[in-house]
């Protein structure tokens, strides 16, 4: 298990369910390293900002990361964390490697819209 402030999904259900229950989710998919840390520690901070998104963490070396791994929009990722961004239970935005906050908020707006103080 992941050492984050985030909820971990641990198996293929656990993900599938998070997938339909929220309208917007986020998945980080990693490890304990330097590239996948900061990126954690930005989603812990987006959370209060982004109350309507959902955001994971997974274990990238658990079986159930295969449903992370084996995207097609993730076959040519060569770094971690893989975080994959789902509407409706469809994968709306992936980026891989480590990312700033910058980064990360930018996908989000567009994706799920502005965060709730900017309206």
Same mark, same amino acid.
């Given at each position: 298990? =992941? %050492? &984050? $402030? %985030? =909820?971990? #999904?641990? &198996? /293929?259900?656990?993900?599938? /369910?998070? #997938? $339909?229950? /929220?309208?917007?989710a986020v998945i980080?998919? +990693?490890?304990? +390293?330097?590239?996948? !840390?900061?990126?954690?520690? !930005?989603?812990? &901070?987006?959370?209060? *900002?982004?109350?309507?998104?959902?955001f994971f963490d997974m274990d990238f070396d658990i079986e159930a990361a295969w449903a992370i791994r *084996?995207?097609?929009?993730?076959?040519?990722f060569m770094g971690l964390p893989f975080t994959v961004n789902y509407k409706h239970g469809k994968v709306v935005a992936a980026i891989t490697s480590i990312q700033n906050k910058k980064q990360i908020t930018e996908i989000l707006a567009n994706k799920f819209s502005q965060k709730e103080s900017n309206r």
């Open positions: 298990m =992941l %050492l &984050t $402030k %985030l =909820l971990h #999904l641990e &198996t /293929n259900e656990e993900t599938e /369910n998070s #997938l $339909k229950e /929220n309208e917007n980080c998919c +990693g490890r304990m +390293g330097p590239m996948c !840390i900061p990126v954690y520690q !930005i989603l812990e &901070t987006l959370e209060s *900002d982004y109350s309507h998104v959902a *084996d995207l097609p929009v993730c076959a040519t």
